[in-house]
């Protein structure tokens, strides 16, 4: 456990907020473009993946937040 406030919780936040941004924007952007004309189950799929995409590397930059270790 920490006894004193680290730097690195407010910046990760506020840099998973930004990214996140920019991550959503983007999907919202280009996304429909090229798979607005697919069926409906195939655009759901392809929807609930680039849902779930963003978690990859989430674990790694939560150690970071914490430990300021990468891994």
Sequence with gaps: MRDQPTWRIP???LGLLLALTVYG????RYAPDLIGS???L???LVY???GVIW???LKRFL???E????G
């Design 11 to 13: 910046f990760g936040i």
């Design 25 to 28: 924007i983007v999907i919202a």
């Design 38 to 40: 697919w069926p409906t």
């Design 42 to 44: 195939a655009q759901t």
């Design 48 to 50: 609930i993946v680039l």
């Design 55 to 57: 978690l990859l590397p």
């Design 63 to 65: 150690i970071w937040m």
């Design 67 to 70: 430990t300021g270790r990468w």
